[in-house]
């Protein structure tokens, strides 16, 4: 069975960090890319960086780009999202995805952040 559970997340003030946890199973972590998303109330569901664990590559949104940071360790089967210099902007619901097959599409149950002001 496969599964996602996200940790991590909080509140915070502007400016301070948080590291969100993707802890998998159930599939073969090296050979897939994982995602964070997040949701804001109100809003779609946007995706905030991706990790390959075949090449190492990873990618992020503009909004990430500079403050965020995604790692994988493989020892753990656990994906890592660094998030500094957070912003009240950035408060949402921060979920971690894994897509097996165009109709298999996983996600975890989510983990909130708020950053206040």
């Known amino acids: 069975e496969v599964q996602l559970v996200e940790s991590g997340g909080g509140s915070v003030q502007a400016g301070g960090s948080l590291r969100l946890s993707c802890a998998t199973s159930g599939f073969a972590f090296e050979d897939y890319s994982i995602a964070w998303f997040r949701q804001a109330p109100g809003k779609e569901r946007e995706g905030v960086a991706c990790?390959?664990?075949?090449?190492?590559?990873?990618d992020y949104a503009d909004s990430a780009k500079g403050r965020f940071t995604i790692s994988s360790d493989f020892a753990m089967n656990t994906v890592y999202l660094q998030m500094n210099g957070l912003k009240p902007e950035d408060t949402a619901v921060y979920y971690c995805?894994?897509?097996?097959?165009?109709?298999?599409?996983?996600w975890g149950q989510g983990t909130q952040v708020t950053v206040s002001s």
């Open positions: 995805n894994y897509i097996a097959t165009i109709t298999q599409i996983y």
């Open positions: 990790i390959s664990n075949i090449d190492r590559r990873s």
